[in-house]
């Protein structure tokens, strides 16, 4: 099992700051991906940010140049910094960690909740 613990959500205006923390722990293989998705009420979830197993960074066209993931690999721990902000960025940002193995297995942390003010 792995867990995943999110920190980092919070109110802020447009055009201002955040950055998401998630920490892994667990049986957390050495093939593995990290990323980030967000839901805001009425839609699906949605992908907003990743690792690759390969250690490229991916991102949504709607957070490109805006929002930057990284991560402290020795602390298992991925972070989402989030710049220029926008209203619409307001949702719940979940943590997304990828096992891979013969089979992949997910887990997800349970959200943080960042809602940008206009």
């Known amino acids: 099992q792995v867990q995943l613990v999110e920190s980092g959500g919070g109110l802020v205006q447009a055009g201002g700051s955040l950055r998401l923390s998630c920490a892994a722990s667990?049986?957390?293989?050495?093939?593995?991906?990290m990323g980030w998705y967000r839901q805001a009420p009425g839609n699906q979830r949605e992908f907003v940010a990743t690792?690759?197993?390969?250690?490229?960074?991916i991102y949504a066209d709607s957070v490109k140049g805006r929002f930057a993931i990284s991560r402290d690999n020795a602390k298992n721990t991925v972070f989402l910094q989030m710049n220029s902000l926008k209203p619409e960025d307001t949702a719940v940002y979940y943590c997304?960690?990828?096992?891979?193995?013969?089979?992949?297995?997910?887990?997800w942390g349970q959200g943080t909740q960042v809602t940008i003010s206009s």
């Open positions: 997304n960690l990828r096992n891979i193995g013969t089979m992949v297995q997910i887990y």
């Open positions: 667990g049986n957390i293989f050495s093939a593995n991906a």
């Open positions: 690792f690759t197993s390969g250690g490229n960074r």
